[in-house]
């Protein structure tokens, strides 16, 4: 949960001018997103959010977010749009911040994933990495194999603090897949945080998918290794062979799953394990004191990597070929 | 800021199933609040407040805000109303919690009011006042006069970390208003908390009163107090006389003040920056580790409670006789 700046109706009102969205009717803060401040707003013309970009975010990444979220609506995908101010800009200023007012999309993310919401975030991730082919603007992923290092740098002299021995599994485990980091695999925009709260639905169809402010190029096959372990998971850690069948099936349906990509998904799903390990261990032992956000359970994301540290093909996942009938 | 109780789409689609508010089409917590949990609801009907009721709040006292909600709205004052379920009941279990479906209005709180929201108030305020007359449930204010000493005495021992001599003044300001606060005032419903956050303008215009959750009986002129002290002074501390004769006078067109009314005002005054300031005092000294709420300045009453000692009569609020043209 999340309003880091607050904004007066009068500076709101001046930055609302710049646009054609209508008369300002109401404006809510919102309790949700740890990296920006957002506000839900109403006007005569209908429902936006607002956001104002915090220090966590750099500047110079916004015009790679805002043009991806253009990008892939034209190109298909439902997602939400930034709205264009009268100057043809979609990035301004407001309270000091660098703010965009970004289209409202209807739909609830789902606190209890189903079998049929893992089919609609495997259909939504294909028609993602389809949309953004073609796409001009570039970002590399800090998050990937060559930055974790430096994050278990920043947290090892306590990460036995969590847990008894995490400092040699995470040191081992980084030394294995940074020998071994798949090569040569197809690449393009990818959404990095395509977690359930990141992901609409209205009903079990998929309304939308927001949040790009992880999205960058790497491996698509990452992207789908990132989502299995955000959705195909229960509360009590085991792993669903129903959910991730279900959602690797519906991947392949829209984009096919090359024999190099399938062979790697469970190399890469330790990757994705360790990436979000790590992000959570660090921002768990630098919470600041009188902090307004709780930090996620980093050893959740251990348990996920245990479990795929043991996965040897895509049979562990329930899918023999997937986008073929079980 | 908060939302203490994180409510899952499945929870909720079961919950208003029991009322007649159309399908759910997104909801989002509000950072707004502090003594409860809000969302706003998009239903295909329109917008919605739903707010869960934390353990501040007494379960016994809701009927008697809800109550009062439906009371004012029938009779003149634009607030919101609790939506009745199937069953007829404005009160309703969601997530553990006693929970109310509210209409959403529209409108924005000023983060700076200026002269004519300071007559939105007093017009406002006096509507409040007049709507409530022959409501017939009771709610004793438990922080008038008699619910401040036990609230010095939680926080005298510490006092002094905030300011030199607070203890002392505190102390002996609170038994020169035990031996004077007035008798025989007209009393009645009263907001107990019309700060700027709990009324909406479109414009300059008040689109709704919000929040009931101090309202209580208790003399009216007291919540003029509380509004005189909550909207009349600037953010540097001075007391702004334009805006005070602005409120005096938009709520004497409403509702006289009697002379003996008039008389009180600056004693009550003194009394409403005390309640607000013990308060305050209490809150700042029990922070607890990991608070995901600021808690507000006591000390901002002080100056205000400092301001109010010196006021002899209403012409050291710039009014001769309110309500008449000066």
Same mark, same amino acid.
């Given at each position: 949960?999340a309003?880091?700046?607050?904004v007066?109706?009068?500076?709101?009102d001046?930055f609302?001018?710049?646009y054609?969205v209508?008369q300002?009717?109401?404006f809510?803060g919102?309790?949700?997103?740890?990296?920006?401040?957002?506000?839900?707003?109403?006007t005569?013309?209908?429902?936006?959010?607002?956001?104002?970009?915090e220090?966590?975010?750099?500047?110079?990444?916004?015009?790679?977010?805002?043009?991806?979220?253009?990008?892939?609506?034209?190109?298909g995908?439902?997602?939400?749009q930034?709205?264009k101010?009268?100057?043809?800009?979609?990035?301004?200023?407001?309270?000091?911040?660098?703010?965009?007012?970004?289209?409202?999309?209807?739909?609830?993310?789902?606190?209890?994933?189903?079998?049929?919401?893992?089919?609609?975030?495997?259909?939504?991730?294909?028609?993602?990495?389809?949309?953004?082919?073609?796409?001009?603007?570039?970002?590399?992923?800090?998050?990937? &194999?060559?930055?974790?290092? %430096? #994050?278990?740098?920043?947290?090892?002299? @306590?990460?036995?603090?969590?847990?008894?021995? $995490? /400092? +040699?599994?995470?040191?081992?485990?980084?030394?294995?897949?940074?020998?071994?980091w798949?090569?040569?695999?197809?690449e393009?925009v990818?959404h990095?945080?395509?977690?359930?709260?990141?992901?609409?639905?209205?009903?079990?169809?998929?309304?939308g998918?927001?949040d790009?402010y992880?999205?960058?190029?790497?491996?698509?096959?990452?992207?789908?290794?990132?989502?299995?372990?955000?959705?195909?998971?229960?509360?009590?850690?085991a792993?669903?062979?129903?959910k991730?069948?279900?959602?690797?099936?519906?991947?392949?349906?829209e984009?096919?799953?090359?024999?190099a990509?399938?062979?790697?998904?469970?190399?890469l799903?330790r990757g994705?394990?360790?990436?979000?390990?790590?992000?959570?261990?660090?921002?768990?032992?630098?919470v600041p004191?009188?902090a307004m &956000?709780?930090?996620?359970? %980093? #050893?959740e994301?251990?348990?996920?990597? @245990?479990?795929?540290?043991?996965?040897?093909? $895509? /049979? +562990?996942?329930?899918v023999?070929?997937?986008?073929?009938?079980?």
């Amino acid at each position: 949960m999340a309003v880091y700046t607050d904004v007066s109706a009068e500076e709101l009102d001046g930055f609302l001018a710049n646009y054609d969205v209508g008369q300002l009717m109401s404006f809510k803060g919102i309790a949700e997103g740890v990296e920006n401040s957002n506000f839900l707003l109403h006007t005569s013309k209908g429902a936006y959010f607002l956001t104002l970009y915090e220090k966590r975010v750099a500047l110079g990444d916004l015009p790679f977010f805002l043009g991806l979220m253009g990008y892939l609506k034209e190109h298909g995908l439902t997602c939400p749009q930034p709205v264009k101010a009268k100057n043809g800009e979609a990035l301004g200023t407001l309270a000091g911040r660098p703010a965009a007012i970004i289209d409202f999309l209807e739909g609830v993310w789902p606190r209890r994933p189903n079998v049929a919401h893992c089919a609609g975030v495997g259909q939504a991730l294909a028609k993602l990495h389809l949309a953004g082919h073609g796409f001009s603007m570039t970002r590399r992923n800090a998050l990937s &194999v060559s930055g974790w290092r %430096p #994050l278990f740098d920043q947290a090892a002299s @306590r990460a036995d603090e969590l847990q008894h021995g $995490l /400092r +040699d599994f995470l040191n081992a485990e980084l030394t294995y897949l940074e020998a071994r980091w798949p090569k040569g695999l197809p690449e393009g925009v990818i959404h990095a945080d395509l977690f359930p709260d990141n992901l609409l639905f209205l009903g079990d169809k998929v309304s939308g998918v927001i949040d790009f402010y992880f999205a960058c190029n790497d491996i698509l096959a990452y992207d789908v290794a990132i989502c299995l372990n955000a959705w195909c998971f229960e509360h009590d850690h085991a792993f669903n062979v129903t959910k991730a069948r279900a959602f690797l099936n519906a991947y392949a349906r829209e984009r096919k799953l090359s024999d190099a990509e399938q062979e790697a998904l469970p190399m890469l799903a330790r990757g994705a394990a360790i990436r979000f390990l790590l992000t959570r261990l660090v921002d768990w032992l630098n919470v600041p004191p009188g902090a307004m &956000v709780k930090p996620k359970d %980093p #050893l959740e994301y251990v348990r996920k990597l @245990r479990f795929q540290q043991g996965v040897t093909s $895509l /049979r +562990d996942y329930g899918v023999e070929q997937p986008g073929c009938a079980a």
